[in-house]
């Protein structure tokens, strides 16, 4: 008995070294990017490049997010399937994407980052302010990049706050300026109504459009509300919002459902004014046509990419092809609904002209080559825009176009009205 | 004057959505002593079923009835296959397992239809009413009515019938009913697949307003919890008017209550539930549990 009992005893002290042991190796290879000069960070080899993904692919957000993953999942399919990306260092390696559900959840984005840090290279394309704030003071200190991510919060393009983080969408500000400044440069005068989420998302917006109308005499702001994002009606808001008169209604929006119904609702309220929509909640099949938007003088909204739910994009030639790599290498059949299947086939094409200019395979140089990318069209932009990440505080791409709403899909607006 | 009216009536019409589903889960409990978490996931299931049907070209009603009907019979599988196992142990775990198959049912709505807004065609029209200054939408008097000829068709079932009576015996105390003669078994799908039917119509009520989603009915489960706790769990004219209650007073507290507006409306039907369950615990309507001794 005695003999088995300190076998046993030596056999439990033997599995707690190992175990001790084999959590300090791995805590000295999870350490992160910070590679010595020469040797190449994890998640890349002379032959592949890892990346990571973590977004919301279940839940209420799970339709976007599904997107972003198919976006570039497509546009890497279609690269690796001609070869792979030659790198600056001269070797060509194929992209692999690892992509985790987080449910719009910050914790299990937190969980996803742990989980992918030491396989991937850099985390990318993760749709969510909170999904992608969850992680990045850990990404910071394991020096490992997390970029062009789909958030318009500003922090992420933030070099001293956010050293290894870029933003890949504009930023609310830019977006509710470019809406500001329009109105702002129009003949007539106007009053405003303003619905927004109560939040940094709705904060900014507002924000940015009232810089956007700062000095001008013929905008007048006249009824401001908000709402929460659990809220499952905005009808009283859009009843006080009707009754203030306004002939404009900035509806700084992140919730499908919310506005179709604010559409209808203002219909049948009889309020009919010009409408302003944020970039991810204009779509023309999933929110315009059901919402009855015709009824309205004008909705708009701002992009920098064109529509994959646009009646001439699926019979151009690049639109065809894009739609063929999201259904061949993305598993993705159908017409994108969300801008952000397009958004993340940019970031694909944004990635490998970082990935082109790397002399070394290290983080610190892809970050370096990441930021040094100016004027550069990536696919499906519009005319007017350029991705620039060379200007800090900036996201890749901050330059946007109003767009006006024709009935079918959008138009750059020149003017209001 | 104009604004009060709109927003009194479209504080009914949101508060009709929380009644719909709170009266399924007013049925369950009724039927079996439960609370039901599941009851909003397979209402949008049944949603589902509705709208898969319309898609392939089943006429809207048709669609509903269909879907009614497959409701009535998952409810009936599920009390028969998974709830039966847990009725005659510790309440607590039955509900555990409700809220399990909720997360389960959300699932595999997003599995197999994923979790993209669907457009679900409204069983009314789109147009409006003009009444004292307020723009009333045909829509909402069309779920409000729909959902007053359930809660009196329900009321009727428990009070007047004896299928009724008989649910309510088997809910109260099984071993009793057993004894005298029930099919406690039968009694007991029949309660859930009712439940459950009820749901599917409250599903096709909705889900042309909230658009169809797997999580459609997770913030309206929220506030059917209230309106059954603040209505009282046995009566099904208690929850309604508690669901409308809600609906209203958090409209008319948010506008004219400048303390409260839009950010603090969400407290209001809460801080409505913690006064009258210190007044009146077992809810506005609902009746006094007496034991004998």
Redesign the interface.
Known sequence: MNMRKRTRAVLGVVALTSAIALTLAGCSRGGGGDATAGAASPGITDDSITLGITTPL??????P??CTVAGVTAYFGAVNAAGGVTFGDGKTRKVDIKALDDAYDPQKAKANYDQLKDSVFAMTAGLGTPTNRAYREAAIADKVPQVLVMTGDPLFSNQQESPWQLGFVPIYQNEGEAFGKLLASSSGTHKVAILSQ?DDYGEGYVEGFKEGINGASNVEVVKE????A????V???L??LA?SGADVFFNAMSI??LV??SL?KA????WLPSWFLPSNTSSPG?ILQ?G?ATAFPGVYTVAFAQSASAPDFATSKDGEQFLADLKQYANYPDVP?FPHCIWSYQLGAVLQQAFEKMTAPTRDDFMTQLRSISGFQAPFMLEGTAVDTTKDGLPAVSSVLVQKYNGKGYATAKSFG | M??FI??FV??L??GS?YAALALAIVLVNQATGLINFAQGGMAVLAAYVAWWCVSNGVPLILAILVSVLFSFALGAVIERYVMRRFERGDPDTAIVVTVGLLTLIT?VC?WLW????Q?FPSLFP?D?VQVLGA?I?VRSIGTTIVIIAIMALLQALFIGTKFGLALRAVAVNPTSAAFSGLPVGRLLMAGWGLAAGLGAVAGALVAP???L?P??MD??LV?ALAAVILGGLSSPIGVVVAAWLIGVL??LA??YIPFIG??LK?AVPFVLIFVVLIVRPQGLFGRKAVVRV
């Open positions: 279940s839940g209420a957000t799970a339709g997010g599904t109560n509300l908000t709402y929460e659990t809220d499952t009606s009808d009283a808001q009843t006080e009754a499908t459902p179709i119904s209808q219909q049948q309220l009889n999933a059901p009855g609904a | 104009g604004t709109q927003l479209d504080g019409s949101t959505i699932g997003g994923s979790y993209n807004n457009q789109l409006t723009s939408s307003q909230l658009t989603t999580g459609m913030n309206a506030y958090e409209n948010a506008v839009y950010d969400v």
